[in-house]
C-alpha cells in the first residue's frame, strides 16, 4: 500500500509540476511534455497496482484514480491510453457520477482518436495485425 500510495504523489506531483507551469508559463514546452509524461508512467503502474490488487480499493476509490490517470492520459495526448483506462474502470461498477465523467471523457478521446490522420490508422492497424500474428505463432 505504501508503494501505491507513492506512485499517486509521484504522479500528482509531476502533473502539477506540468499543468501549473504551463498555466503561469513557468516551464518550457518540453518542460511540460517531460512532467505530463512521467506523470503518466506513474499512472499506469498505479492502475496495474489496482488491477492486481482488487480487493484492496473500494469502487468509488478505483474509479477515482482511474478518472485521474485517463485525465493525465488525456492531457499527455495518449487518446488510446485513455480510453484503455476508461475501459476499465468502467468494467468495474464506479459511481453514477463518476462514470457519467469517464464517458464524457471517452467521447472527448474517441474525437481525438478520430482526427488522427487515415494513413496513421493503417500503420497502427497492420502493427496490430502483425502482433496479433506473432502473439498466436507463439
Known amino acids: 500500500m505504501k ?3 507513492e506512485l499517486i504523489q509521484k504522479a500528482d506531483f509531476h502533473y502539477d509540476t506540468a499543468y501549473f507551469g504551463r498555466k ?3 516551464l518550457s514546452t518540453q518542460e511540460i511534455t517531460d512532467n505530463f509524461g512521467k506523470a503518466m508512467q506513474y499512472w499506469k503502474l ?3 497496482f489496482l488491477l492486481v490488487n ?3 480499493f473500494d469502487e468509488q476509490t478505483k474509479a ?3 478518472q ?3 485525465a493525465t492520459a488525456y492531457e499527455c495526448g495518449e ?4 480510453e484503455r483506462i476508461i475501459a476499465l474502470s468502467l468494467c468495474g461498477n464506479p459511481p453514477v457520477s463518476i462514470a457519467v465523467n469517464l464517458r464524457k471523457l471517452w467521447q472527448k478521446a474517441l474525437k481525438e482518436i478520430n482526427k488522427l490522420p487515415e ?3 493503417k500503420i497502427r492497424a497492420a502493427e496490430t495485425k502483425k502482433d496479433k500474428k506473432v502473439a498466436l505463432q507463439k
Open 68 to 70: 485521474q490517470a485517463a
Open 3 to 5: 508503494e501505491f500510495n
Open 119 to 121: 494513413n496513421m490508422l
Open 64 to 66: 477515482i484514480y482511474c
Open 46 to 48: 498505479a492502475v496495474e
Open 54 to 56: 482488487p480487493t484492496l
Open 79 to 82: 487518446f488510446r491510453e485513455c
Open 24 to 26: 503561469k508559463q513557468s
